[in-house]
């Protein structure tokens, strides 16, 4: 879990140097958000074998 350390204050130094500042960036999220269709509430994933 150490690796879950600290990911919201390096999310926001690359959000800062991508998009201006972070309140942008989550405007942004929340304009993408809005661009999809929820058709259900259940995620599936298919595991092939080989």
């Known amino acids: ?5 600290g ?4 999310y926001d130094a ?3 140097k991508v998009e201006g ?3 942008k ?5 929340i ?7 929820v058709l259900g ?3 599936v994933r298919e ?3 080989k």
Do not use: P
Request: charged fraction near 25%; charge should be negative; hydrophobic fraction near 40%.
């Open 31 to 37: 304009d993408r958000g809005s661009l999809n269709d």
């Open 7 to 10: 990911l919201t204050e390096k």
């Open 21 to 23: 500042s972070v309140t």
């Open 41 to 43: 509430s259940e995620i």
């Open 14 to 16: 690359i959000a800062e």
């Open 25 to 29: 960036s989550n405007q942004n999220e």
């Open 47 to 49: 595991m092939v074998l």
């Open 1 to 5: 879990m150490a690796a879950l350390d």
